[in-house]
């Protein structure tokens, strides 16, 4: 089975800049989720959905951030324009019951 | 607010030298208490679910345990290849998870 896979898995981009994040959660997985960690700072909920429909968006930040989910497939998070506190690694779970599996990150710097 | 601390910050351990790492947890509605394992570099690998007080599991050299206001993971013998960081999280309702900052764990050989 294959896991929870995040495209790009580093990005560089400068203050005011856009940048899209992708998620393809486990095959049939129906929950999906946005997480993030800053620098020095734990792990905290953006958001989720349930199939292609936003469950809770409770953590986003700001309106900066746009997350999307296709057919309830893959998910992108886009964030536009960028600023430096935007820098920190976006971590993408997935789950079908308890337990979230989650992709290796991408790490975002904004310069 | 759902709150999680975990203690020590980091620990350094000999191998085969047995602790354990501590989670404290504020929530209110407790629904699942979850230990993850981080390698650099990877996201958080799913190790344990506790659901009530008194409730343990284990995996390998791994015992999680659960109270109504902390968990511990014991770790028995560790080896070198058990160095991460492990994170602790909270799930009340059916609110996201809210993790702790985690413990970094170093075993030597």
């Known amino acids: 089975e294959a896991g929870v896979t995040q495209f790009p898995s580093h990005s560089v981009i400068e203050k005011g800049q856009t940048v899209t994040l992708r998620c393809d959660p486990i095959s049939g997985h129906d929950n999906l989720y946005w997480y993030r960690r800053v620098m020095g700072k734990e792990i905290k909920f953006l958001l989720h959905?349930?199939?292609?429909?936003?469950?809770?968006e409770s953590g986003m930040p700001n309106n900066r951030f746009l997350a999307e989910r296709t057919g309830g497939t893959y998910s992108t998070l886009k964030v536009q324009p960028a600023e430096l506190e935007d820098s920190g690694v976006y971590f993408c779970a997935s789950s079908q019951g308890e337990s979230l599996h989650f992709g290796n990150g991408t790490r975002l710097t904004v310069t | 607010e759902d709150q999680v601390t975990q203690s020590p910050e980091a620990l350094r351990l000999q191998e085969g030298e047995s602790s354990s790492l501590n989670c404290s947890y504020t929530?209110?509605?407790?629904?699942?208490l979850f230990w993850y394992r981080q390698d650099p570099g990877k996201g958080p690998e799913f190790l344990f679910t506790?659901?009530?007080a008194g409730e343990e599991k284990e995996k390998e050299r791994l015992k999680a345990t659960l109270t109504k206001k902390e968990s511990f993971l014991h770790i028995t013998a560790p080896k070198p290849e058990d160095s991460a960081t492990y994170l602790c999280?909270?799930?009340?309702?059916?609110?996201?998870?809210?993790f702790g900052s985690g413990t970094r764990l170093q075993v030597q050989p």
């Open positions: 929530v209110s509605g407790l629904r699942g």
């Open positions: 506790l659901y009530s």
């Open positions: 999280a909270v799930q009340a309702g059916r609110r996201a998870l809210t």
């Open positions: 959905f349930v199939k292609e429909s936003k469950q809770d």
